[in-house]
T-cell receptor, first 113, second 113 residues
Framework: AQSVTQPDIHITVSEGASLELRCNYS??????LFWYVQSPGQGLQLLLK??????LVQGIKGFEAEFKRSQSSFNLRKPSVHWSDAAEYFC???????????FGTGTRLKVLA | EAQVTQNPRYLITVTGKKLTVTCSQN?????MSWYRQDPGLGLRQIYY???????DKGDVPEGYKVSRKEKRNFPLILESPSPNQTSLYFC????????????FGNGTRLTVT
């Protein structure tokens, strides 16, 4: 069965520190991969996506993610976190051949001043 | 402004009283979908629609109905709400291809007592 795992429920980092949020997926073929961010009281906004090609993808707000097929992972990174990055982050898989999205359970990021 | 509009933002109701949550998009998107967000479970897809009069079940369709009579509207119907449907609901839309990002509404917080 298709699934997305985000092992870290909460992460706390200091402002200016680097960040890595983990995402592992289970899918038979190469999936469409996404990272979304949800600010409090808001809907989700797309940060970046991977479909094919270069396995390192750049997104908005200085985020990047790397697709590693051998590890079935799509981890999100940012070199220097800003206080405004505090939010909940969701990894998602798009099941090609269907119209379904499968979201992970989310990682809530707290940023210390 | 491109947007997905959900109404109402907050709704408190009683078990068994039929309700409808409306969703409208102004981007001429073919694809629309509904999700529920619950703590520790992330977002789970309820129903989706690929175009007018074309809908299909997501991962948690039980207890919900949808219709897509017009391209811009995709209402979510709870014919007999139960307390386990208390949740935060999101509507989203995108263009016809996976390359098109999902645009989310701001959510509807439903409480069923």
């Amino acid at each position: 069965a298709q699934s997305v795992t985000q092992p870290d429920i909460h992460i706390t980092v200091s402002e200016g520190a680097s960040l890595e949020l983990r995402c592992n997926y289970s899918y038979g073929a190469t999936p469409y991969l996404f990272w979304y961010v949800q600010s409090p009281g808001q809907g989700l906004q797309l940060l970046l996506k991977y479909f094919s090609g270069d396995t390192l993808v750049q997104g908005i707000k200085g985020f990047e993610a790397e697709f590693k097929r051998s590890q079935s992972s799509f981890n999100l990174r940012k070199p220097s976190v800003h206080w405004s990055d505090a939010a909940e982050y969701f990894c998602a898989v798009g099941a090609s051949g269907t119209y379904k999205y499968i979201f992970g359970t989310g990682t809530r990021l707290k940023v210390l001043a | 402004e491109a947007q997905v509009t959900q109404n109402p933002r907050y709704l408190i109701t009683v078990t068994g009283k039929k309700l409808t949550v409306t969703c409208s998009q102004n981007m001429n998107h073919e694809y629309m979908s509904w999700y529920r967000q619950d703590p520790g479970l992330g977002l789970r897809q309820i129903y989706y629609s690929m175009n007018v009069e074309v809908t299909d079940k997501g991962d948690v369709p039980e207890g919900y109905k949808v219709s897509r009579k017009e391209k811009r509207n995709f209402p979510l119907i709870l014919e007999s709400p139960s307390p386990n449907q208390t949740s935060l609901y999101f509507c989203a839309s995108r263009g016809s291809t996976w390359d098109s990002p999902l645009h989310f509404g701001n959510g509807t917080r439903l409480t069923v007592t």
